[in-house]
């Protein structure tokens, strides 16, 4: 199995550019996560998807960033107008359904976006 | 709201010593506790989890943990370091079946290993 797929690997853009990075789960696996990681607030769920259905956005900062999954293949992650703010390691991960919810999450290599 | 701390930004150890890496949560359900690696520009791995069963559990690459309900702890052993588990790990909570947002996953802020020749 490949993994978790996510392009690009680094994206630099400058403030006020929209940027999109997607992911591709591993096949078979009901459930998707978005993840930001950064130096001063560790590793932060942005939103999750089950079946290819929002389960719980809580976590997206605010309206400038946005979450789709088209599909069981293929999600994305686009923020527009994107801020210096959001330099950030962005992961994926999906996990398969097990009995009473999801299980051992597995996670793809990452997008480090910097926004000049 | 659950949520775990891990105690120690960064621990050092000599290579072949005891490595200790500790976790304490907070849950008000009977959690999921995960311990992930995560190498230089990788994204993270599954060390080990604890779902039921067995209290003390073992992992890849030698390592193991042990759920203590008393203490909420899951702390992260192996008996004897390599220079190759310099690395980042984390700790995680997950509401198990019952919880309300079961499937969402609480990290702690990351552990940095190194290991001194």
């Known amino acids: 199995d490949a993994g978790v797929i996510q392009s690009p690997r680094h994206e630099v853009t400058e403030m006020g550019q929209e940027v999109t990075l997607r992911c591709k789960p591993i096949?078979?696996?009901?459930?998707l996560f978005w993840y930001r990681q950064t130096m001063m607030r560790g590793l932060e769920l942005l939103i999750y998807?089950?079946?290819?259905?929002?389960?719980?956005d809580s976590g997206m900062p605010e309206d400038r960033f946005s979450a789709k999954m088209p599909n069981a293949s293929f999600s994305t992650l686009k923020i527009q107008p994107s801020e210096p703010r959001d330099s950030a390691v962005y992961f994926c991960?999906?996990?398969?359904?097990?009995?009473?919810?999801?299980?051992?999450?597995?996670f793809g290599p990452g997008t480090r976006l910097t926004v000049l | 709201a659950q949520s775990v701390t891990q105690l120690g930004s960064h621990v050092s150890v000599s290579e072949g010593a005891l490595v200790l890496l500790r976790c304490n949560y907070s849950?008000?359900?009977?959690?999921?506790l995960f311990w992930y690696v995560q190498y230089p520009n990788q994204g993270l791995q599954l060390l080990l989890k604890?779902?039921?069963?067995?209290?003390l559990v073992k992992g890849i690459n030698g390592f193991e943990a042990e759920f203590k309900k008393s203490e909420t702890s899951f702390h992260l052993t192996k008996p004897s370091a390599h220079m190759s588990d310099a690395a980042e790990y984390f700790c995680?909570?997950?509401?198990?079946?019952?919880?309300?947002?079961?499937?969402?996953?609480?990290f702690g802020q990351g552990t940095i290993l190194t290991v001194h020749p």
């Open positions: 991960a999906s996990s398969p359904y097990t009995w009473g919810g999801t299980d051992t999450q597995y």
């Open positions: 096949s078979g696996h009901d459930y």
């Open positions: 998807f089950n079946n290819n259905v929002p389960i719980d």
């Open positions: 849950s008000s359900v009977p959690p999921y």
């Open positions: 604890y779902t039921t069963g067995a209290t």
């Open positions: 995680a909570v997950s509401e198990g079946a019952g919880g309300t947002s079961y499937g969402k996953l609480t």
